[in-house]
């Protein structure tokens, strides 16, 4: 099993609609979760952060984890063409205290 | 305040040379991280500083890949006798605080753009 395992898309959702995103994680014991955009050639930028189960929201994104079934994800409310990017997940390891990125979400917002 | 900052944005080289590449993390983050991104593919982990010391080097590619970070500030990446393979988007990163600690959000630089010809 992948340290941290998204599906890598695309992932093709209207204009308007929601936008789910997934991840799983191996490690039993991790603390800290984390949610980036990355645009074409630029560098991710943090969406979420998200430390205890449960839902945290934030504008039109919000982040529900689960650490009994180890998965955290991402929702994103009325999808907006310019939300089309790639949903990095990220996930420490506490054995070395290393974060662990995950390969990827494509998400595309069809207009 | 200011973000990360990497120099240069890009750097195109002759294989067979030597390059460095310069990360200046946000000022007071004790954890700085290396990362490579080839085109398409996902972040690749080259190594991670807790201050001045690197505990995981695991993820450099090869001997001929080092780091140092100085004064708990500044770092920088060397590549040694660089090939094509090498080529590739450099990201640097820095958090508060170390992994699991709550202070662990990584911020990334612009990156560095390395085309080895």
């Known amino acids: 099993q992948k340290e941290v395992e998204q599906n890598s898309g695309p992932l093709s959702v209207p204009e308007g609609a929601i936008a789910s995103l997934n991840c799983t994680y191996s490690?039993?014991?991790?603390?800290?979760f984390f949610w980036y955009r990355q645009y074409s050639g630029k560098s991710p930028e943090l969406i979420m952060s998200i430390y205890s189960n449960g839902d945290k929201e934030d504008g039109r994104f919000t982040a529900q984890l689960n650490k009994a079934s180890q998965y955290v994800s991402l929702l994103i409310r009325d999808s907006q063409p310019s939300d089309s990017a790639t949903y990095l997940c990220?996930?420490?390891?506490?054995?070395?205290?290393?974060?662990?990125f995950g390969k990827g979400t494509r998400l595309h917002i069809l207009p | 305040g200011a973000g990360v900052s990497q120099s240069p944005s890009n750097k195109v080289t002759e294989k067979g040379k030597d390059v460095e590449l310069r990360c200046d993390p946000i000022s007071g983050h004790t954890a700085l991280y290396w990362y490579r991104q080839s085109l398409g593919q996902g972040l690749e982990f080259l190594i991670y500083?807790?201050?001045?010391?690197?505990?995981?080097k695991s993820g450099l590619p090869s001997d001929r890949f080092s780091a140092e970070r100085t004064g708990g500030s500044v770092s920088t990446l060397t590549i040694q006798r660089t090939q094509q393979e090498d080529s590739a988007v450099y990201l640097c990163a820095s958090s508060l605080g170390a992994s699991g600690s709550g202070t662990d959000t990584q911020y990334f630089g612009p990156g560095t753009r390395l085309t080895v010809l």
């Open positions: 490690d039993r014991v991790s603390q800290s």
């Open positions: 990220a996930v420490n390891r506490n054995r070395d205290d290393k974060i662990i």
């Open positions: 500083f807790q201050g001045n010391s690197a505990p995981d």
